[in-house]
């Protein structure tokens, strides 16, 4: 069999895995070979076995809970024993990295994210830790709000950013493609990312952050991927505790090795509760969760780890006693449970080096209830029709108290499987990553509700229920298939392939179906041993969540008869409802992130590492509304005609006689592919190294971004200069006599910024102490929305018949469309000015320090200086004052025995 | 603004102490010298105007160039001396420097003494004095809105109030009320980059072919905004418009169908039925009286924009009466800035309290005096002057203590 290795010969190597601090063999630590997926777990003396590697270069990476990781490069020619040392992660280390670290595996731009730097940073959610990735801002945690996270976009106004970043954790996918957006006054919006509060920091051994293009093993996801490992195995007990101004958080954490056959168990409990302004004493978010991890290997080749987790979040938002008159009242709750279990199998066969496989369920509970006062702003006609007609509707003039909520099951099933093999010949050394995957996500529940459907929660067409029952469920498949090639050119200079083909398909069968391929590619050229080059092209495709695919029915409510004479008893108001329904087959397509970028890492001998990376992500087709009218007839009825009135003077509408008759234009809930971005900058992470007399780190991050933002479907705007007096005008709301095509794309949001962050990180292991200093500076940030001059380039009918302007009609200043002049529809607008901000900066301070092996403590205080100056933009004038909010302090303390 | 004048003008100065005096010589000749009210420039007038005299016997005479009239005889007795002509406000513009007037106003200039005694040959010199006449006024103006039953807010129950300040009916038939464009900071259309225009938003006409809508002297109707329903049943403090003169709505025989539609003839917001008052301000309101289709007057997008709504820029001729009603900024005081009307139609302004309204203030014309049930509002042009804010809005109420 080893003969069978191609030219190639293997060897097997054995190794002692011993603790650095005290010599002690480490059990349960596992080491992995990166290049060709072959690996193997140590056992109670710290020993493991290697098998069939080829001869050659090859990365080494040995990890275990409560340890640095270990990686490095090994030669190797024949059959060989050696001992690797660990050490344990401890503020009495030579170099501790609180920072986030480029990662060196694979070729896309990474960044990691360890322990040390979560404790260092004190964390409360999964949110608080991407603001050590380059380019992003610090920012202090309020956990009161939805917490989404975006990679490398400065757009915050579409969605569709955080939507496509996947989070990833112990190898599942959380999704948030079940979620629908909350009607009931949470705060929840459906696709539009996973609310990153909801991830305890505290429970996380490490997050690597993908930010290039990643491996075609990820899917479902455009921006990138955040890869989320959580504690298992042995652990100290472990107690924390953490107070800020705004939140409270305290974790408790063990875990005990039963034996080595009956592998070992990790539990934690988490408690949060943030309250946002300590001065805002009615809103509050409490998050209780835990789990327990059971991880165990089966005769030696079979590791699995399986965990259930739960999590209960309760968000409220009370009455303030200061505002009686607004009386609204907000809770939501959300329970979930989520079960995991992954495994490897270490086969070591010719086409299965390790195989590895992952299942994931969860499912939550949500439901929000809401208690306000609705405002009947003099009268208002309650219209809960859910089909088409006209319906004679209640008369609410005085506000009344109405109550609902939503109720909300977001249930998901994940499966894959995946396979690794390697392939060497001569200096080529070839691994091959191959997988399947299956998701099922579904969300059927009561949806939103009203107690009474005649007081409503919303005094809107929003105000009809919405039941989630007959929402289909989302059947996802995927496959993918990729090469990681190695090739050692000369004895200095490697070359490396990561090309892969992802290949996904949603609700197969069915009439939304949809499907797309992904090709990916990642090289690196070290040139030598202290640079690499390396670039990509890649796409990365998001299927649409249940929000996208299945909107709600619109429902167009138009006042048909509104007789109100003083005598209330006498009184007639009738409504005319159209319900329109999307279209099942409406092409919606998955949306598209076509990524580019090229960098060069430095690592010199010295300790100094640098990396500068310039990208591109351009995504065409992200999901946004997609204007698509239909027309109908609407009648209105006066006292003056169509209003009867009976013997008893009560009255009545004589359908047949309207005193008008308007022709309606409306619009469906449609979704398309209409949202256009594009993502473009330079990133850097400089490590200047240690400067030993004064044992201070100095880190420099940062990012020049541009983000571009413009929508791409149908412009249609009505006309303008229709006169008061005409049918069309008198007719209200959306009965224009025609409608105009604009072309689409020409108002662009820009947005530019350059930041650096600045970090001195000094380490002191004899008193066990990192003192860090975060200083950002923000160069530059501009804004602005481009508004340029645009022609209508057709004009639809009120049959919806399409018809050409030409050129020759813009020009005759005469030239009238359905009496409407067409000279007035060409639009000339001043552009509106760019904005800039002067630049501004902010210092952090952060210590921990560990007092005894059993004790320790971290402090920060963010904004230390208090620097909150009063600056002006290039634009207003107006001076405003900056870094608001920033301020803030808290002390963590932890025990560990 | 200004009222109706004679009366008054009949307690107007007299003075004489410019002319010079001649010996007795009983009542035959002596001269009448008529002098241009004082803020008139040197060499205006009084020239070519009937002037009469009424007593036991009536007499009349026609002034010279030099606004004289030499008497060559009289019968001795007790005279009232009635003399009047009547200006434009264009007119009283050109002989009158700097002068605050709508253009298409009237202004009377002449004298009313009453029991002039003539016995000899005495020459008088009689001092005219000058008012602008005026109709119709906007006497109350109610936009704030209120809070209902629940504590919610409440801004269907706004309302105009039109009042007839004149001594004569007047027909509503075919005037107009215009509400100038509201954009926010900075002021899109302000007077003061804008000398001769004013950017309506909306306007409406008084329906009526001529003299369907007759307004008696002292008499007043009342223009629901939005709904000519009784607020009171909504909302502790407001107002009961179910007897409301005009509603302004979608169709006439839509919302309370005993309320005739004022019907809305140019719109910003094609969509908006009814009259579009801010809660906060600022409302700019003017009675428009033109004998030019409105309709046909330019409409313009806000300052620098190709697109949106459209403002009908009108002269500021046309306006009778007009009253600005500023917004409250929380930080700043009233920004007069953004005042829309030039200062010949408003020198002031008016602005209730609170910032963002609900808070059922009225902005109400003061009551200058009352002769039996009749009242006379105050009228000078300025707003800061002419109106106050009260809490508790009353349509057709004018004997409140606040007005006095």
Known sequence: MAQAQSKGKAVSLKLTVLSDTDGQPVAGASCLLTDYGIYDISDADGHLTLEKVPVGKATMQVQMLGFEDFEKQFTFRKDSTFTIRISESTLALEEVVVTAKPSSTGASTASNIGRMAIDHLQATSLKDIMQLLPGQLMTSSDMTSEEKMTIRTLNQSTANNAFGTSIMMDGVPISDNATMSEKAGGTTAGGSGVDMRQISADNIESVEVIRGIPSAEYGDLTSGAVIVNTKAGYTPWEVRAKVNPTTLNASIGKGWKISDKAGSINVNADYARASGDPRVKNRSYDRYSGGVTYSKTIGRIWSTTTKINFSGILDLRTVDPDLLIEGTETSQKQASLRFTHKGRLSFNKKFSRSLNYAIGVSYSANETRTSSIVQASGGYAVVNSLTDGYYQVPYVTSSYRASGGTVSRPFSFYAKMGNVFNWSTGPVNQRFNMGAEYRLESNKARGFYNDDDFMPLKTSTNSRPRPYYDIPALNQVSAYLEDNLSWNIFDKMEFKLQAGVRFDMLQPGLPEQVYSISPRFNASLKVAPWMTIRGGWGQSNKTPGLVHLYPEPKYSDREAAMYLPADASKQLVVYNTRVTEVERNNSLKNATNSKTEIGIDLNFSNGMTASVVAYRDYMKNGFGNFTEYSLYTANYYTAAQGILLDNQGNPYVDWQHPARVDTVWTTSGRIGNTQASLDRGIEFDVNLGQIKPIRTSVIVSGAFMETQTWTTGPNYQSPSGVPATSVYAQGGTNVSPFKLLYPSGLSRDINRRFSVNMRLVCNIPRMKMVISLANQIIFYQYRHTTNQKSDPIAWIDTDLSYHEITQAMLDDANYMIKGVSLAAQRKNPADSNPVTQPPIWLMNMRLTKDVSKNFGFSFFVNNALYYMPYQASSYSGTLTERNTGTFSFGVEMYVKI | ?404
């Open chain 2, 1 to 404: 603004m200004k009222k109706r004048i004679i009366y008054i003008l009949s307690i107007g100065l007299l003075l004489m102490s410019a002319c010079q005096r001649t010996a007795p010589k009983g009542t035959d000749s002596f001269l009448l010298e008529f002098q241009m009210p004082e803020e008139f420039k040197s060499g205006s007038y009084y020239a070519s105007q009937k002037v009469y005299l009424n007593g036991s016997v009536n007499y009349d005479f026609t002034t010279d160039i030099m606004g004289r009239v030499s008497v060559e005889s009289v019968v001795p007795g007790i005279y009232d001396i009635i003399t009047g002509m009547e200006l434009t406000g264009a007119q009283y513009k050109a002989l009158v420097p700097g002068a605050s007037i709508e253009d298409n106003a009237r202004v009377n200039i002449g004298v009313s003494l009453m029991n002039q005694r003539i016995f000899q040959a005495e020459d008088l010199c009689i001092q005219l004095t000058s008012a602008v006449l005026k109709d119709l006024l906007i006497s109350k103006i109610y936009y704030s809105g209120t809070r209902d039953k629940m504590e919610k807010t409440y801004n269907v129950d706004s309302y105009v109030e039109i009042f007839n300040n004149s001594d004569d009916v007047v027909y509503l038939d075919g005037k107009y009320i215009g509400l100038a464009e509201s954009t926010s900071n900075p002021a899109y259309y302000p007077a003061s980059e804008n000398p001769d225009s004013i950017f309506l938003k909306q306007m409406f006409r008084f329906p009526g072919t001529g003299t369907d809508h007759p307004l008696q002297p002292g008499g007043s109707v009342v223009i629901a905004a939005k709904s000519a329903q009784n607020h009171l049943e909504n909302a502790t403090v407001s107002v009961d418009l179910s007897g409301a003169d005009f509603e302004v709505k979608a169709m006439e025989g839509s919302g309370n169908p005993a309320v005739p539609m004022m019907p809305i003839i140019s719109n910003a917001y094609t969509s908006m039925k009814y009259m579009n008052l801010i809660n906060g301000g600022p409302n700019t309101l003017m009675i428009i009286e033109t004998d030019e289709n409105p309709e046909e007057w330019p409409e313009v997008y806000r300052k620098g924009k190709t697109s949106g709504e459209m403002f009908r820029r009108m002269h500021k001729k046309w306006v009778t009466d007009g009253v600005e009603c500023l917004s409250n900024p929380s930080q700043t005081a009233p920004d007069v800035n953004t005042k829309r009307l030039q200062t010949e139609i408003d020198a002031g302004y008016a602005v209730i309290n609170s910032v963002n309204g609900y808070t059922h203030e009225s902005v109400e014309r003061k009551v200058s005096r009352k002769e039996g049930d009749r009242y006379y509002l105050v009228d000078t042009n300025n707003s800061s002057t002419d109106f106050v804010v009260l809490t508790d809005p009353t349509p057709r109420k004018y004997d409140k203590e606040g007005l006095l």
